[in-house]
């Protein structure tokens, strides 16, 4: 029976004495979490994709996002670009010209299990909107029954494209302020109005045209 007391002694002096280091570790703990501000800084970037397209292609873009960091854990994000296509269609011999402003907004959501590190998992989702005029020529085709020459296509002709982005990305942290980041973008068509020409073939933030595409973002960032 004293062998028994000292045992349970032995353990509830063994338990008094470790409460108090697992208080002092959870206090840490919520220490450091309430030490991270609810604004944790803003990210400006620029995306280079786009600029790659525009210097080897047709088409292209230039595009700037501002990102806001809430906790390391919620990323409000816009993102403002312009889009640019000069197109020859060599079958057709159809000309398509556009540029125009577009605007994304959305929020991103670093999904990683420690939040505070350097690396960051986002997934996110983005509203995207742009409202743009195309020049559409075509050299005239002779017509079989009136013998003259019908022209197809117009200036200035009005279209505005609506549409939805799933995001899945990451950021890593270079040096300082540097970040270097990329993601994949699934985009899916909401709304568009192109009446006049059916289906526009390349659309400013969107990309060529069609009911959904998937297209890929890097973005080179400075966390202020």
């Known amino acids: 029976m004293a062998q028994k007391r000292r045992i349970y002694t032995f353990i509830l002096g063994l338990i008094c004495s470790v409460m108090p280091l697992f208080a002092q570790q959870q206090k840490n703990i919520v220490e450091t979490k309430d030490s991270i501000p609810f604004i944790n800084g803003i990210s400006v970037s620029a995306e280079m994709v786009g600029l790659v397209e525009y210097a080897v292609s047709d088409h292209g873009q230039f595009e700037a996002s501002l990102r806001l960091n809430i906790k390391d854990k919620f990323y409000p994000v816009v993102e403002i670009g312009y889009g640019v296509c000069d197109y020859d269609d060599d079958v057709t011999k159809v000309h398509y010209e556009t540029k125009a402003p577009y605007a994304r907004a ?12 350097i690396y960051k998992l986002f997934c996110g989702l983005r509203y995207g909107f ?94 202020i």
């Open 106 to 117: 959305g929020v991103d959501f670093n999904i990683l299990k420690n939040k505070h590190d």
């Open 130 to 223: 742009t409202k743009f005029d195309v020049d559409l020529t075509r050299p005239g085709l002779k017509d079989p029954v009136w013998g003259n020459d019908a022209y197809y296509g117009g200036e200035g002709i009005e279209c505005n494209y609506h549409w939805l982005e799933a995001v899945m990305g990451v950021d890593a942290k270079i040096w300082g302020p540097l970040h270097l980041g990329w993601s994949v973008r699934y985009r899916q068509r909401l709304s568009y109005d192109c009446s006049d020409i059916g289906e526009c073939w390349y659309v400013p933030g969107y990309g060529k045209a069609g009911s959904s595409r998937i297209g890929a973002v890097f973005n080179v960032t400075f966390h």
